[in-house]
Nanobody, 121 residues
Framework: QVLLVESGGGLVQAGGSLSLSCAASGHTFSSATIGWFRQAPGDQRELVATITSRGGTNYAASVKGRFTISRDNAKNTVYLQTNNLQPEDTAVYYC???????????????WGQGTKVTVSS
């Protein structure tokens, strides 16, 4: 049983920062690509960032330069540092895992329950 647990969400003012974490258990974490996705109310879920088993990263254009994804395989944890948050970043943020190198959410097999980020103007 693969389990992903997100944490670190909350309420922050525009321009602020949050550090999100995704703790994984139950699979070979070091071999997995981990993705962060988000879903705002009324919107479809969208890619935020991914990190491969080798540390390769990819970001959505809307967050590039503001968000940083990283991983600590010794702790089975992936982080998403979010800086200069804006109201449009308000969403539930999910982490997910796949054994493929993919940015498509359809390829992700396991999902966390999400952590809510709210950015006030």
């Amino acid at each position: 049983q693969v389990l992903l647990v997100e944490s670190g969400g909350g309420l922050v003012q525009a321009g602020g920062s949050l550090s999100l974490s995704c703790a994984a258990s139950g699979h070979t974490f070091s071999s997995a690509t981990i993705g962060w996705f988000r879903q705002a109310p009324g919107d479809q879920r969208e890619l935020v960032a991914t990190i491969t088993s080798r540390g390769g990263t990819n970001y959505a254009a809307s967050v590039k330069g503001r968000f940083t994804i990283s991983r600590d395989n010794a702790k089975n944890t992936v982080y998403l540092q979010t800086n200069n948050l804006q109201p449009e970043d308000t969403a539930v943020y999910y982490c997910a895992s796949t054994l493929l190198w993919s940015d498509s959410e359809k390829e992700y097999d396991y999902w966390g329950q999400g952590t809510k980020v709210t950015v006030s103007s």
